[in-house]
Every structure is written in C-alpha cells, then in structure tokens.
Nanobody, 118 residues
C-alpha cells in the first residue's frame, strides 16, 4: 500500500542536469521529512539531501552543495531532486526515503539509476 516511486534516472553527460522525482502514496506525505540517498556500485549508501515536512529547511552532503536542490510539493505528494553540473562520481542508484517526524517510521523507494558518463 505504501509506495515511493522514483522517476527520472537515466544516462546524462558530465556537466548535464537531471531531475529526479519521488511520488508517494499510502501515507500522509506532509507528516514525513524526505531524503534522497544514493549508492554507487561497491559503495555504502549515503545521504545526499534532506528536506523538512514543510520544505522550510534543507540539508546536503558537502559534495553536492551548490549543484543539487531538493524540493517538495505536498499537494502532489512528491519530492524532487534537481541535479545540475553532474559529475561521473554522481553515478549511483538514487533512493527516496520518508521519515515520520514523530514515530520515526521510515519508507524507502526502490531506487532509480543515474549514470553520468560521456
């Protein structure tokens, strides 16, 4: 019933841009902080970006600051990750994560692959 569906991954050239989306259903989206994680082959999963329930605060890992922007549209139950100036090291499976602000219940999407290569 609960679903987080990532969309927008694909192949992009270095320096290019891509926008990921994560469509949520089956829970009260506005009660959850949202995050984007990524996992490269053979590497551990890392937190890329975070946004609060109301979208009034965001946080990014250092390597993507100034390049990535997380946003959300609670009316559409969707969180986005705008990725600009992409680098080969951004290549990874990107996952959407929902975290309830009170209960700490979490949900994960199944991921979408982003490949940055020329």
């Amino acid at each position: 019933q609960v679903q987080l569906v990532e969309l927008g991954g694909g192949l992009v050239q270095p320096g290019g841009s891509l926008r990921l989306s994560c469509a949520a259903s089956g829970f009260t989206f506005s009660s959850y902080a949202m995050s984007w994680y990524r996992q490269a082959p053979g590497k551990e999963r890392e937190s890329v970006a975070f946004i609060t329930r109301a979208g009034d605060s965001t946080r990014y890992m250092d390597s993507v600051k100034g390049r990535f922007t997380i946003s959300r549209d609670n009316a559409k139950n969707t969180v986005y990750l705008q990725m600009n100036s992409l680098k080969p090291e951004d290549t990874a499976v990107y996952y959407c994560k929902a975290s309830h602000w009170v209960t700490s219940a979490t949900y994960w999407g199944k991921g979408t692959l982003v490949t940055v290569s020329s």
